[in-house]
């Protein structure tokens, strides 16, 4: 187990992960006043690992998926943490995903202004991005994240004991955010490329976690509310990738991402961003997890929706954040026009 | 005007606190995207201001009252805030009360995960006091500022010129905060005592309001989240304040926080926290605001509301602010039989 720290100018936190991060739970949680969330998935396969790592504490137990984090949600936990009578000195513990993890972070940081907060991360993706680095959300009127805070939680346990009851397609889900990571860190696509065929093999996903967690954390550290520029690296491939997962639904987030970026590396080469060797390695990686790239229909109303990304600041115009060298990016501002008929010229040409 | 500045690790805030600060507007929002929530009060009053100083911004009108402080009003902000397409770069003005700035705000920290706020409030009450320190919320299921943020403006812009048009009774109301301040700081003290025939006068309170401003700016500064303690001093005659406003609902914050002060200030005494003299000290100021006390019917059932408060961390503890002596103030934790029968042994004397 590795103790990653994380120290922004808000307060502390401590990522812990590996192997026996969950025992760490005991010694943590240890005289606190505790609040656990997580959702209905999650508490079937753990209730007793809740009932056995968290004895006896209030368990609010959500309805599971994206389309459930919403202000509904987000009062469901905030009126049993007033019936459950928390104080200010309380814990609560988010235990899932990333939904859970951004809707309970979300609560911690608002009620009476803001409560202990532990993320106990339950699959690949959360454990190597959503759970590090105190994004809290939820989705509002179609916009994804649109109401959140910054909140760091105390502590983060990322135990890879929680992936094996995960479905090969969440594991995908969360590969799509480490071979981003990779495309940011040179040292991480090179520990990528030399385990190609290792992508699903659980130690590998251990020590690549660590490594990611890692990257985020010094980044977020730097720029912890996406102020100075540098934070929005990590958001490599989500513009392309939200705005698709927004208008058909039908993936997860992490399919999106590696779709974005598979999108963007051949923008990134259209405008002379990335040479088509840097770009073929990546999608070679991209590809190790993404099958086969599904065909889009209406892909230019898709794509349109990048305009109400809250990363577009300007009116008509699209922000992309592109890999341009080993371990270096660049931010690229197109026009609607210009960003719509590109993703449009590309889709089809991968149809 | 004076320019006051409050430096918290999370951002820094500017406080212009004086005649004229209002004119600074302009340069404050020049070439920004603005976005303006006021209420229906202040909206009748300051439509033409309005109009003149946000050229054209969206306004999002509130019903006003405390009443209204809700998440219903939250989400009409958020919803609006989303209609006018705002980016993470505009500005949220809360014009207003400190209604309208709680959840201005709140609103602010939450849209995006923050966009900048500048508060320009125009009661006394929220120049003195809600304006200044970040501190945003609404209240929810009975309980006063249960779910909130800290989330420094930007700019608190303090104009007297706004002062003219409040009701005596909402002088009333930021006085008690002026009162409450005075008993934490000797020199603010001194003023009051040297000048407690001219509380009404507008020059003075220009005066006494970039006091209280520079002195809560050095407390916030020092402990922003109220995680060491010195930020509670604020609290001084909020528990009893906030249990007799939350059961009665008849009168004025301030008003409560005065009755909450006089109340505790004989508690003060009768544990040995203060000496009779001072006391009397701080009741003679008190009564040049509170003219008479009124009889409080079923003080015992509403004190007991005092548990509840967000700042007792014990179950059934209730945490006292109090003067000690000039300048200087002491925590006192009384049992809720202890602090219960305490007030209605004073209240019934002073009936």
Do not use: W
């Amino acid at each position: 187990m590795q103790t990653i720290a994380l120290n922004t100018k808000s307060r502390p936190s401590t990522v812990l992960c590996g192997a026996g991060a969950a025992k760490q739970l005991d010694t943590i949680l240890d005289g606190k006043d505790v609040f656990v969330v997580t959702d209905e998935n999650v508490y079937g396969l753990y209730k007793d690992f809740i009932a056995e790592n968290f004895g006896g504490a209030p368990v609010c137990v959500l309805p599971a998926g994206e389309r459930h984090k919403n202000r509904r949600s987000l009062f469901t936990i905030l009126d049993k943490m007033l019936q459950a009578r928390l104080r200010r000195n309380s814990t609560l513990v988010a235990f899932g995903g990333g939904v859970v993890g951004d809707m309970g972070g979300l609560a911690a940081s608002l009620y009476m202004r803001g409560i202990h907060a532990v993320q106990v991360p339950t699959t690949l993706l959360a454990q190597v991005d959503s759970s590090v680095g105190g994004k809290t959300a939820i989705d509002h009127r179609g916009v994804k994240n649109v109401i959140g805070t910054f909140y760091q939680p105390e502590y983060v346990v990322c135990d890879p004991l929680f992936l094996r009851t995960l479905p090969q397609r969440e594991l995908k889900c969360g590969l799509g955010e480490i071979i981003k990571t990779g495309a940011l860190d040179a040292k991480i696509l090179d520990k990528l490329e030399r385990n190609a065929e290792r992508f699903f093999d659980f130690s590998f996903l251990e020590e690549i976690t660590a490594d990611c967690v890692r990257f985020k954390a010094g980044v977020v550290e730097k720029d912890e509310c996406e102020r100075s520029g540098l934070r929005k690296c990590l958001n490599m491939g989500h513009t392309t990738g939200h705005a698709l997962e927004l208008f058909y639904k039908r993936r997860s987030h992490g399919e999106y991402v590696l779709i974005g970026m598979l999108l963007e590396s051949y923008i990134a080469e259209k405008f002379d961003i990335c040479a088509h060797d840097y770009a073929e390695e990546l999608r070679a990686l991209i590809g190790k997890v993404l099958k086969r790239v599904p065909r889009f229909e209406n892909i230019a109303e898709a794509a349109g929706l990048a305009l109400y990304d809250k990363k577009n600041q300007g009116e008509n115009e699209v922000s992309l954040i592109l890999p341009a060298k080993r371990g270096e990016f660049a931010e690229l501002r197109l026009t609607d026009e210009d960003y719509i008929g590109s993703v449009e010229e590309i889709a089809g040409g991968l149809a």
